[in-house]
């Protein structure tokens, strides 16, 4: 099985610089409460693996195969506007729990979390706008919007319970496959690249993250996955995901009346979520939704073949793998 460990072993000694970069940039000189908040937010943040995509694809890029602080930089500001964007969902979503450690909402309070997530995504532009590099910044605060956009069209369809298939990829390129796309693109940006590479590494990004994103739905379907988030959390929040849609599409009026009166129940009656999870093993959803996420993989590694040769470029490849096996 294809391991985040060997994906990263092209840039392990710059992600521990990277590590160091962002504490340095977003910790020190705070102290109190803030600081307390910070230091459990960066001690958190997960697989990193936007950073990690910015620094290979970068690498993949570069004439030379190296690369310095400007990718840094676009590193540590796709990583905040994550960061910052995680904290905000899972006080939209009143989540208590984020990557098995309680969430910073259920921490400190609702309140304390929006300021802190605020101040993340406020201190992340004055230092871009700080470093001058405004051609970076200027292409990477687009996906901020991409991201509200997202969010708000989801909850929007998660009130009415209407989510199309059309409708569910508008939502996941949105809100994650084009901070992915972003995370690429903005790499091969920070060595220079020429417009053509940005655009196949911009391609190749945002394939992968629409892969990513329905990989993460069907784990949502897997009662053995280790992401941290309880068990069908997404039914809990009437989240309509690419599972439950392939079935949807293929299901008569009598089957289709019988989930959509058991939807809205799924926040409160364990056996609404029960009835629905069983439809959607019975009709093969999962199996229905991960040929669609191995199409995106297939575009992503297409676009990546376009590449020189090189240990980044393999890295990137072994990220697709990953993304198909991973369970967390």
């Known amino acids: ?55 290979l694809s970068a690498g993949a890029c570069s004439p030379t195969g190296n690369f310095g602080k400007r990718t840094m930089l676009a590193g540590m500001l796709v990583e905040m506007i994550h960061v910052a964007s995680l904290i905000h969902d899972d006080v939209i979503d009143e989540s208590d ?26 201190r992340n532009m004055r230092l871009g706008l700080q470093s001058g590099q405004f051609d970076l910044l200027n292409h990477i605060i687009g996906s901020m919007t991409n991201l509200c956009e997202g969010e708000i069209i989801q909850s929007d369809h998660a009130a009415k319970f209407d ?5 569910y990829y508008d939502i996941i390129n949105k809100k994650t496959a084009s901070l992915f796309g972003t995370c690429a693109s903005a790499g091969a940006m920070s060595v220079g690249a020429s417009h053509d590479e940005v655009e196949r590494m911009h391609r190749y990004g945002t394939a992968l993250g629409m892969a990513f994103q329905i990989a993460d739905d069907i784990l949502d379907y897997t009662a053995d996955n280790n992401t941290g988030k309880p068990f069908h959390n997404d039914l809990r929040e009437h989240k309509i995901t690419l599972p439950l849609i392939a079935v949807l599409e293929e299901a008569d009026e009598e089957l289709r009346t019988a989930i ?20 959607v093993e019975k009709y093969e959803g ?15 590694m297409t676009s990546l073949g376009e590449c020189k040769p090189s240990p980044y470029r393999d890295a990137l490849a072994n990220l697709c793998t990953y993304v198909v096996e991973r369970d967390r």
């Open 1 to 55: 099985m294809t391991t985040l460990d060997t994906i990263r072993k092209p840039i392990e000694t710059e992600l521990r610089t990277f590590d160091d970069f962002v504490r340095r940039n977003f910790s020190d000189g705070q102290s109190g409460l803030l600081a307390e908040m910070l230091d459990y937010i960066l001690s958190s943040r997960g697989k990193g693996l936007r950073p990690a995509i910015v620094m």
């Open 286 to 300: 999962v199996a229905r939704a991960r040929e669609s996420m191995e199409q995106y993989i297939l575009q992503a």
């Open 260 to 279: 959509m009166h058991h939807l809205p129940l799924c926040d409160k009656a364990d056996e609404s979520i029960a009835f629905i999870s069983g439809i």
């Open 97 to 122: 729990m984020r990557r098995g450690r309680a969430s910073v909402n259920a921490r400190w309070q609702s309140r304390n979390a929006v300021i802190v997530g605020d101040y993340i995504l406020a």
């Open 163 to 167: 989510t199309s298939r059309e409708a």
